[in-house]
């Protein structure tokens, strides 16, 4: 487990206490490789979105540790064959798999603290694809997904971006092809209702559009890449995110239950 201070996004030793709330994020396509192995692995976005969400989780006076989830974040294929867009679907399918495994590790470890998933683009699909099965999990406080390329219009999320003024848009590009992607099925209300979903319209990735002759065209990807840029600011997502986080109760210790003889 990698621990992250609020102010500096680079690695540090795990902590030995359970904090009070605990991040996984999850980073985009690309981001884990050569320079952007940066910001605790987890990619800008994300690194971003953790610090100023830690900020607010400090000035509270509760602590927050992070990690980031461990997997290949391969780059997305530039005009490949079907062997290269299935190397990169095996990067989501390994990073799902990994978030799952790191999540019952850490609650397994700190049954008490509160669990933020939280991931951009390739990123937000490991996480959803985790969403259905962590649903009845008391540990999970909240969850955030940035330009999720397994987005759909219908599911019952808190949805933050510009996409949310056009009814019917922001269909993830995997949701077009269901067979290469696996792309999972609508979220369930008690799951939307804890989970942010953040996008724009235009978005090659989260708003995407099948009839584009050219769907990663420059402007498609400029949107894409817009996210988290404004390094003095908070963005529009953060005191969403805490919000959901402070009003969900954190889960209660598990203590023995003690049987009476003849009883």
């Known amino acids: ?62 602590t927050i540790t992070a990690e980031a989830v461990n997997y290949p974040a391969v780059a997305v294929p530039e005009d ?37 998933l939280a ?13 259905h099965s962590l649903d009845a999990s008391p540990n999970l406080a909240a969850a955030l997904l940035v330009a999720d390329g397994d987005r759909l219009p219908q599911d019952p999320t808190v949805n933050i971006g ?25 979220l369930p209300v008690t799951m939307g209702a804890r989970t942010i979903s953040v996008c724009n319209l235009g978005d090659a990735v989260c708003d995407y559009d099948p009839d584009a002759e050219d769907e990663m065209n420059p402007a498609a990807v400029a949107v894409h890449t817009s996210y988290a840029r404004k390094a003095g600011a908070m963005d529009s997502w953060t005191v969403p995110l805490y919000q959901l986080v402070t009003q969900r109760q954190a889960p209660l210790p598990a203590y023995p239950v003690q049987v009476t003889a003849g009883s």
């Open 119 to 131: 991931g951009y683009s390739q990123g937000a699909m490991v996480v959803h694809r985790n969403l």
């Open 80 to 116: 490949g064959g079907i062997l290269d867009w299935a190397g990169f679907m095996g990067s989501v399918d390994t990073g799902t798999a990994a978030l799952g495994q790191q999540y019952q590790a850490f609650v397994a470890q700190c049954p008490t603290s509160q669990v933020v």
């Open 1 to 62: 487990m990698i621990g992250m201070s609020a102010g500096v996004a680079t690695a540090q030793p795990a902590q030995p206490a359970c904090p009070d709330v605990h991040w996984i994020g999850a980073a985009g396509s690309g981001e884990r490789l050569g320079a952007g192995a940066a910001d605790g692995e987890m990619g800008r976005v994300i690194a971003k979105s953790y610090r100023d969400f830690a900020g607010l989780i400090q000035q509270s006076g509760r």
């Open 162 to 186: 510009s996409v949310t003024a056009v009814p019917g848009a922001g269909k993830g590009v995997a949701q077009d092809w269901p067979i290469l992607a696996h792309a999972p099925a609508p």
